[in-house]
């Protein structure tokens, strides 16, 4: 296959795409604010966890259409600036970088908290270490595992997903002789919320699948992207249901309701529910290691290579200053972005407040999928007959609904975080007058773009339908095992 000009290699394959969305998805969100709002809604929370995947499903198939005919770094940027135009190409890069970022940066602090409580368990005690420390210590680790190789950094990927998914198998069967059937079922308070605090606990839920499309942004980087993209979009967004809806079930019937006052408060529930329940040693230790070795790596890793591609691409482009866009000779990565996005997150963690950050992520990330929603609808007015090896089911009708939900949804948002939301997006404005406007590059045609993109062999194909026809069954599986999961109460009861 012809690379691109550039220096970036096609190294991930379906698993990695698969790995890399998990990874930015499943972490600080679940962890954190996610299921602190059992705190709130007791085991309501599986309804609020299946509307939230039922809003995402329709945007993952839409960027899986658009992925696979510009499979190029830096997913919306690029299906705005040709679906719409460069203005809001750039709103949407803005708000991606800033918004996947605070994911990574929330991730680390979520790790510190954990670890901090590992150790605790072990009999160490570093309460006195201040979360931020061990934060940026994290992130200089995985800027140096992203300076060195997008294939080092996927393998690395890999690894701690099934590192998380083995432990997490691990804890559940250990837990199961402790999940107390009669703690299911109503609401942790006499009576409902108010609908603007529903809303406003239902967007943090919703946060946990955001960053659904991370794989996108590395669409050059990615091997069959016609394939692997569109198949990861769809398979990742279940998994993340799965996952959240096991784990949720676990902390509900492993938690008594007299102390869901510390879970809703918690900055890491899940540990704080089980010392609170007096289930401490074993049950915390094992819970720790995944969340903290495995959930929250698989967070911070994709964290910062996925909105460096993004930098690079706008720097390539013109719409940021040019060094930007520099590849590294030896290991072939946008290694000054990747620089900038650490400088970023450092900021972030500085605030110490992951709920702050989680609702400047979510906020940030409805943007740039609404405008990934105009841009889909602008690519089919412009580009009537461009290849589309994958078309995403009554994909304009999915936009609009997408626009309008996420639109309401953004109604009820945190008030501090909507206003950083708007510094950003005015700042944004700015500097395209003074600076992007001036600077950008031609727009190339899509074939120059994106590059020669090769059909895989007969035995290729049947290897890859092999390995999606796994991914699938297991995805079916497991999704039907997280939903059934909640009946058993029911049943028992």
């Known amino acids: 296959m012809e690379e691109k000009k550039e220096g970036l290699v096609r190294a991930l394959g379906l698993k990695e795409s698969i790995s890399m969305t998990i990874g930015t998805v499943v972490g600080v969100g679940l962890f954190t604010c996610g299921s602190a709002q059992i705190g709130l809604v007791g085991s309501w929370i599986i309804g609020f966890t299946f509307v939230a995947l039922l809003i995402s499903i329709w945007p993952c198939l839409i960027y899986g259409e658009m992925s696979a005919a510009l499979p190029c770094a830096g997913g919306t940027y690029h299906y705005a600036k040709r679906g719409l135009n460069r203005l809001w190409a750039n709103l949407s890069g803005w708000h991606y970088i800033i918004s996947v970022v605070a994911i990574g940066a929330g991730e680390t602090l979520a790790f510190s908290n954990y670890f901090k409580i590992l150790l605790e368990q072990l009999g160490v005690d570093i309460s006195w270490l201040d979360s931020r420390v061990i934060a940026i210590a994290l992130v200089v680790v995985f800027l140096i595992l992203n300076f060195r190789g997008i294939e080092q950094s996927g393998r690395a990927q890999t690894g701690f997903m099934f590192f998380f998914w083995g432990c997490a198998a691990a804890w559940f069967l250990y837990m199961i002789p402790k999940v107390h059937v009669s703690y299911f079922g109503g609401i942790a308070m006499k009576e409902l919320p108010p609908f603007r605090e529903i809303m406003y606990i239902f967007g943090l839920v919703w946060w946990c699948y955001t960053g ?192 309008v939900l996420y639109c309401f949804m953004l109604i009820f948002a945190d008030s501090t975080a909507l206003i950083t939301a708007g510094v950003i997006t005015v700042a944004c404005i700015v500097f395209y007058y003074a600076f992007t406007k001036r600077h950008w590059a031609p727009l190339l045609s899509i074939e120059e773009e994106i590059g020669i993109i090769e059909e895989p062999d007969g035995a290729e194909k049947a290897r890859m339908d092999r390995e999606y026809a796994i991914w699938k069954y297991v995805t079916i599986g497991v999704t039907i095992l997280a939903l059934g999961i909640y009946f058993i109460p029911m049943l028992l009861r």
């Open 212 to 403: 659904f499309e991370t794989c996108v942004s590395m669409g050059s980087e990615t091997r069959y992207p016609q394939y692997n993209l569109p198949r990861a979009l769809k398979l990742s967004v279940f998994l993340v249901f799965a996952l959240n809806a096991l784990f949720q079930w676990f902390l509900v019937g492993l938690v008594p309701r007299q102390f869901y006052g510390i879970l809703a408060a918690a900055d890491a529930p899940y540990a704080e529910g089980l010392k609170a329940a007096g289930l401490v040693g074993m049950p915390i230790i094992l819970l720790c290691v995944g969340i903290a070795f495995g959930g929250d790596l698989s967070t911070i890793n994709p964290g910062i290579a996925a909105p460096a591609r993004y930098i690079y691409t706008m720097a390539e482009d013109g719409a940021l200053p040019a060094f930007l866009g520099k590849i590294h000779p030896k290991y072939k990565t946008p290694h000054i972005a990747v620089i900038v996005v650490g400088a970023i997150n450092v900021v972030l963690i500085a605030t110490g407040s992951i709920d702050y950050i989680a609702s400047v992520s979510l906020i940030s990330l409805a943007v740039c999928y609404m405008i990934g929603c105009l841009a889909y609808l602008g690519l089919r007015k412009r580009y009537p007959d461009m290849n589309r090896p994958y078309r995403a089911p009554f994909g304009r009708l999915g936009c609009y609904v997408t626009i």
